[in-house]
């Protein structure tokens, strides 16, 4: 991952429910009629083809969301087993009309009994990733629900999103543990996720780093909501 982000880089909030992130980095016209991004600390603008304001270069992935013109995402969720990722990417699916993978799912489909073993954890997010390069490459929006436990699956997710060029989103889903317990032992769902797979993944959880979002889904869906109302 970039260790080199000025602070430009890095602070964003947002300015529509739909699809544009733009910089908390930006400057209004003096006739407050248009805003533009204030390059950060190493930006010349002049030197980027050798004349004042002009790129011979496609602009990238990156450029695009950092000028608030970037239209397709990859968002990857997080978390612990009951936490409630399904609940907050199936609402940002809505939101960005995304196509949505779910590791329960691919899970399913390549193992009729799955074991939740090492090695097919690993071929699972493979094929997720197989999927989401594969609708990413026809202009789709892709919402990643997935547990992410190990950190490298998440900085996979982060390249692909570099690779096709497209704007990346890492939020954490987190919940209070006695919740996540109880919404476990009720759920009806494809997850072969019980309380003791909840404890397990806990302790082997790596810790959540960089550039990313925590969403707190401890209380209801309309609080829940509300928070990523704040992020698209």
């Not at 992935?61 to 990722?85: I, N, S």
């Not at 954890?121 to 202009?139: H, K, M, Q």
């Amino acid at each position: 991952m970039r260790s080199d982000h000025t602070p430009c880089d890095k602070l964003w909030r947002t300015s529509s429910i739909r699809r544009k992130f733009t910089p908390a980095c930006r400057v209004r016209s003096n006739d407050g009629t248009r805003w533009t991004v204030q390059p950060g600390p190493g930006d010349d603008p002049v030197t980027r083809d050798g004349r004042s304001g002009h790129s011979t270069a496609e602009p990238s992935g990156e450029d695009r969301v950092a000028a608030g013109e970037e239209d397709q995402w990859l968002v990857a969720f997080c978390g612990l087993p009951g936490v409630g990722k399904s609940t907050v990417a199936g609402y940002v699916t809505e939101q960005l009309d995304a196509v949505r993978l779910r590791t329960d799912v691919v899970r399913k489909e390549l193992f009729d009994e799955p074991q939740y073993t090492a090695e097919e954890t690993e071929s699972v997010y493979r094929e997720l990733s197989r999927r989401a390069g594969d609708a990413l490459a026809a202009g789709k929006s892709v919402v990643l629900d997935a547990t992410f436990t190990n950190a490298a699956h998440r900085e996979d997710a982060r390249e692909l999103a570099a690779r096709h060029g497209v704007g990346f989103r890492l939020i954490e889903v987190v919940c209070d543990q006695a919740i996540a317990e109880q919404r476990i032992a009720a759920r009806d769902d494809v997850s072969d996720a019980d309380v003791d797979v909840y404890r397990r993944f806990q302790d082997e959880f790596d810790p959540v780093e960089g550039d990313h979002t925590v969403v707190d889904n401890s209380g209801s869906k309309v609080e829940t909501y509300r928070q990523l109302d704040t992020l698209f």
